[in-house]
Each structure stands twice: as C-alpha cells, then as structure tokens.
C-alpha cells in the first residue's frame, strides 16, 4: 500500500561557485566604484567583466535558494509543486499531459494541467574523468514520474523527434 502522503526535495548543489562568482563581482565592481571615486581613469574591461560577473552571481543566487526551496509532494488525491516562485497544485485527473525529455543530467519531466504545469529532473550525476563531481534532480524522480503516470492513467501517445531522432516521449489521457 503506498504512503497517504509522499514528499520529494531535490539535490542540493555546492554553493562553493556562488561564491566565487559574487567574490569575482565584488572584486571587479569594487575595482570600478573605487577608481571612480579616486578619479582615476577607468578601464574599458571594468564593466564589460563587472556587469555579466555581477548578472552571473545574481541568477546563480536565485537558482540556489529556488532549488533550496523545491518540493514535490504527492498525497492520494493531487500533487503539489513549489520552488519558491512557482506554487502549483494538480488533482490527479486534471493532469493532462506529461512530457518526458532527455537532458545533461538525468531526464526533464514536465506535468500539464488545463492552466498551468511544472517541471522537475531526475536524478542526474555530474562526472569528469569517470569521477561525480555532484549530482542533481531529484532522486526519487524516476519513482515520481512512476506514481504520475499510475495515478494519472495516461498512456504514451507519442516519441518526440526532433531532425528524425527520438528526444523523448509524452503521455496523455487518450
């Protein structure tokens, strides 16, 4: 029997590069205010590295406390999304359609409804030279994408193809 209610967090990455990208910004930034406050000339460089440094920190930022916010919660009835700016929530029989694509790391599954719809990853791992480095998604999400596909009876309808190859495949009520 499964669980009445099921609830999913995401991988958590490293901040170690957050921090070296907002290390970088404040380096390259701080360079600029304090040449312009000595009046001394300014570098063409500046803000061509300070404004994509400072950008780069900022969406890591968001991504971060986005991911630190994720939730996917399954109960017998609906399925509830949250990432911190995206709330959704989805009775089993108004999900229409569910997508499923290849990506870097793990798959990309996205969940259709009549007015909205979200998306998450499953479990992908990061390798170099045969190595993790890190690993993202979610780990249980082969299994959520499972229970979607039970409690929705849906039923493949059709690969996706893009240039005559297969990029993954959706399900829908037929």
Not at 6 to 18: G, M
Not at 113 to 123: I, V
Request: charged share 20%.
């Amino acid at each position: 029997m499964q669980a009445e209610r099921q609830e999913y967090c995401p991988e958590l990455v490293s901040r170690r590069s957050e921090l070296i990208a907002w290390g970088s910004a404040l380096l390259v930034n701080g360079s600029w205010l304090l040449l312009i406050l000595f009046g001394q000339p300014l570098s063409f460089w500046l803000p061509i590295l300070g404004i994509p440094l400072l950008l780069i920190a900022t969406g890591m930022s968001l991504g971060n406390w986005m991911d630190r916010r994720t939730v996917l919660i399954l109960d017998l009835e609906s399925i509830f999304f949250s990432n911190g700016l995206r709330h959704v929530q989805l009775k089993w029989q108004e999900i229409q359609k569910v997508r499923v694509l290849p990506a870097q790391w793990g798959k990309k599954v996205q969940v259709f409804g009549d007015q909205t719809y979200f998306g998450f990853h499953t479990l992908g791992e990061v390798r170099a030279n045969g190595n993790v480095l890190g690993r993202t998604g979610f780990v249980d999400g082969d299994r959520v994408l499972e229970q979607i596909l039970d409690r929705t009876a849906l039923s493949e309808v059709k690969q996706v193809e893009v240039g005559g190859q297969q990029e993954g495949y959706y399900y829908s009520r037929e």
